[in-house]
């Protein structure tokens, strides 16, 4: 063996390594080819398809630089750089480049294996400087590893197939197949999985030869004929992350002889409305004009459909006379008579002009909407039934043969205050709220009842609610009396006649018993036993004096259970009557004063002084709780560094900002005393003032004093200095100080002032409204 052919081997081997049982070292080289080991042993070829002189490339390799594919090496070459390595065959310098200096082989570009599975080149080991071969020519193979980069494709997009009606299941009836451009003795890229995406229960498919058979017994033609079946081919033996490919199957069912011969039948869905039109039916007359004209009827008449004469046809149109119903009557059957309308005696002797059919008719289902077992509900309620209480049941069902389940509902636009509720399943409406007779009597709501496969099939029914009385109100007078009794009556005198309401209404009607409560020296009650009572005196002798009014507590019960009963004051007043009885005055008699004035005058005088007094003391307190006006006005007026001084100071009685007592004696004068209506601010350290001699006068002393705070740069000053600085260079108004200013005041016009915005406002009403008599 060469060192060419040991460097191709080595770089053979450092592809197939992971599929060897033996370490990789140089010294196992020649072992692979039967050569003897130290030991002397022979190590037999491995029964993988390898050779020595074949490498292998992954395909579609995706990275930015070249693909390394292995390495040649020989004894010969001692790393002085006199051996180059020259590579020829199939793609060499195009698609395989070797570095002649190292021996690298790299492929150029993105290889494809369903181009090109392999390529075979050639390596030579020459001298440098000479071009002399240092190794004889030897051939090598690269194979292309293969990649699933290849979806499964069917031969046609769609396929058309066809199998006989009432097939039995798992009869064949049509085999797709699809082919994957990758390898097939390599990995599982080509190995395909088919399936079926569309066309269940009907139809399968063998997930492994793509075979299509039926799936679903007693396929009926005159019920559907075509089918379309979707089938996938899925490479990876069906694995995620294979690709697919999809193919659709149009399948028709051929016809066989399934049905026996029926006449042609008219068919008419359950829904017509009365008098609609179903069909026709003609009779042929080789007549011609009126010698044409037939007219259609039915033999017996029928309760269900009737016939008419289209006269410009001469067709019998049947329609319906009464509503059909799918459920109840599938098919009818009748007889049909035709005959002419003008007939010609010359031929009427042995010729019947007229003829017969029998007309078939088959009734088709609709999808209706539930019907309720009543229309409408009237139930019934006693008003004291609490919140959620049984009111009663509404009951549908669904009409069609399928009998789906319905669903109920409240239309809550007839149950604004959301009184009651339904249970959607069974019906059953219950109470939200506790009810009261006295408030609503009846109570109208609609119930929907809706199908659950189809929620537009929906029917609505008004179910009224009636709200049953319960003797929960006491009765009370029937109006408010005006009762009087003269001073001049007489005991046993009826005074007033009363009765009174109930808003309940038993079912046996009002009985009311009126009685008086405690007893009563003055009046007494007499019940009639009609629901009216009569109020008599029992003493005469009243006197507008003694009382004016008197308040009479009656009490009505009525006679229902549970009973209820109330006390009403009956107001009685006493007035002065002349002798018929007839009412005068109801006043208390007024006593006269000595003054002439009555006591009706002496009460107006007094509230208006009281008045008069109220109206004096609220101005008083108005002006002194009137505050003065705001110096600023208007949120608007931002004037600055305005001070306002509102302490004029104490005077001669002013005991708290000066120490009279310091003038009196000045010896016992604290130095470090302060003022006691200030806080103090100690700038300076305090200076002790110079003393003051025995028997000073006191108008020296003040003198000598001002004089020496005057001259004190450390004696705090009590009036207030305010100083305007220089706003800064980024104000839009620059600086508001005049100190630098070269004009005079009158030099300046102010009109710029009123375009500075509202915050300049007020500032610029204060200075372009002044006259100059003013400013001067």
């Known amino acids: 063996m060469t060192a060419l052919q040991k460097a191709l081997l080595l770089l053979m081997l450092s592809n197939l390594w992971p599929t060897m049982a033996l370490p990789f070292t140089p010294g196992n080289i020649g072992n692979l080819f039967g050569m003897p080991e130290s030991d002397g042993r022979i190590l037999q070829r491995s029964k993988r398809g390898w050779m020595w002189n074949q490498f292998f490339l992954l395909e579609e390799y995706t990275g930015n630089d070249h693909q390394y594919v292995g390495k040649l090496h020989t004894n010969v070459d001692k790393g002085d750089g006199t051996v180059k390595y020259v590579l020829t065959g199939e793609g060499a310098g195009t698609l395989f480049l070797i570095d002649e200096k190292s021996g690298d082989i790299h492929a150029t570009k993105r290889l494809d294996r369903e181009e090109k599975a392999m390529y075979t080149l050639h390596a030579k080991v020459l001298n440098k400087n000479t071009n002399e071969e240092l190794e004889p020519d030897t051939e090598f193979n690269i194979k292309i590893h293969d990649i699933n980069d290849n979806a499964p494709k069917f031969a046609r997009e769609i396929y058309f197939a066809s199998v006989p009606e009432m097939s039995e299941v798992g009869t064949s009836v049509a085999t797709v197949t699809a082919t994957d451009a990758d390898d097939q003795t390599y990995g599982n890229s080509a190995k395909l999985v088919y399936s079926i995406l569309q066309g269940q229960p009907y139809f399968s498919v063998d997930s492994e030869n793509g075979t299509i058979k039926t799936a679903l017994p007693g396929m009926d033609r005159e019920v559907k004929e075509n089918y379309q079946v979707v089938i996938q081919a899925k490479d990876m033996a069906g694995q995620m992350g294979g690709l697919s490919g999809t193919t659709t199957v149009s399948i028709t069912l051929s016809d066989v002889n399934d049905s026996p011969p029926r006449f042609a039948n008219l068919t008419a869905v359950e829904s017509t409305e009365i008098g609609g039109a179903i069909g026709r039916i003609k009779a042929d007359d080789p007549d011609v004009g009126h010698n044409a004209e037939m007219e259609y009827s039915i033999v017996g008449g029928h309760d269900t459909f009737n016939i008419i004469t289209d006269q410009i046809t001469q067709e019998g149109i049947i329609i319906i006379k009464k509503t059909l119903d799918y459920e109840s009557k599938r098919d009818y059957e009748f007889r049909v008579e035709v005959r002419n309308t003008y007939l010609d005696a010359r031929f009427i002797h042995g010729v019947q002009f007229k003829d017969y059919a029998t007309v078939k008719v088959t009734v088709e289902d609709v999808d209706e909407p539930p019907v309720f077992t009543r229309n409408p509900y009237i139930i019934e309620v006693h008003e004291d039934t609490a919140a959620g209480s049984f009111v009663g049941v509404v009951m549908a069902r669904d009409p069609d043969a399928d009998n789906k389940p319905v669903k109920y509902s409240i239309d809550r636009h007839t149950d604004l205050e959301r009184l009651f509720n339904v249970d959607s399943v069974n019906g059953t409406i219950t109470t939200l709220k506790a009810l009261d007779r006295e408030m609503s009597k009846w109570h109208n709501i609609s119930v929907v009842a809706t199908e659950n496969s189809n929620p537009r099939q929906t029917t609505r029914v008004p179910v009224f609610i009636k709200v049953l009385d319960v003797n929960d109100n006491a009765p009370e007078f029937a109006m408010s009396y005006d009762t009087f009794v003269c001073e001049n009556v007489k005991a046993g005198q009826l005074i007033q006649t009363i009765s009174a309401v109930d808003t309940d209404e038993p079912l046996v009607g009002h009985k009311f018993v009126f009685s008086m409560s405690g007893g009563n020296p003055n009046f007494t009650i007499v019940d009639k036993e009609d629901n009216t009572a009569n109020i008599v005196t029992r003493r005469g002798g009243f006197s507008r004096r003694e009382m004016s009014v008197y308040f009479l507590p009656v009490v009505i019960s009525d006679n229902d259970y549970p009973i209820q009963s109330s006390t009403s004051t009956l107001i009685v007043r006493v007035c002065a009557c002349d002798s018929r009885g007839n ?97 103090p601010e100690m700038l300076f350290p305090f200076r002790r003032t110079s003393p003051i001699k025995d028997n000073t006068d006191v108008r020296d002393f003040i003198n000598g004093r001002l004089q020496e705070n005057d001259s004190d740069p450390t004696a705090p000053p009590y009036d207030s200095l305010a100083t305007y600085a220089y706003e800064g260079s980024g104000s839009l108004a620059e600086s508001l100080s005049s100190l630098e200013s070269a004009a005079t005041e009158g030099d300046q016009e102010y009109d710029f002032l009123s375009n500075w915005g509202p915050q300049f406002k007020k500032l610029a009403e204060m200075y372009i409204g002044r006259s100059p008599d003013r400013e001067t």
């Open 583 to 679: 009412m005068q005055s109801c006043n208390p008699e007024v006593l006269p004063f000595s003054d002439g004035l009555t006591t009706g005058a002496l009460v107006a005088i007094l509230l208006c002084v009281i008045i008069l007094l109220m109206i004096v003391v609220l101005f008083a307190a108005l002006r002194r709780q009137r505050k003065k006006e705001p110096l600023i006005i208007s949120k608007e007026d931002v004037r600055d560094n305005v001070v306002s001084y509102n302490d004029e100071g104490g005077g001669e009685e002013d005991t708290q900002a000066f120490d009279i007592g310091t003038l009196r004696n000045p010896e016992v004068m604290d130095a470090n005393k302060l003022r006691r209506d200030i806080i």
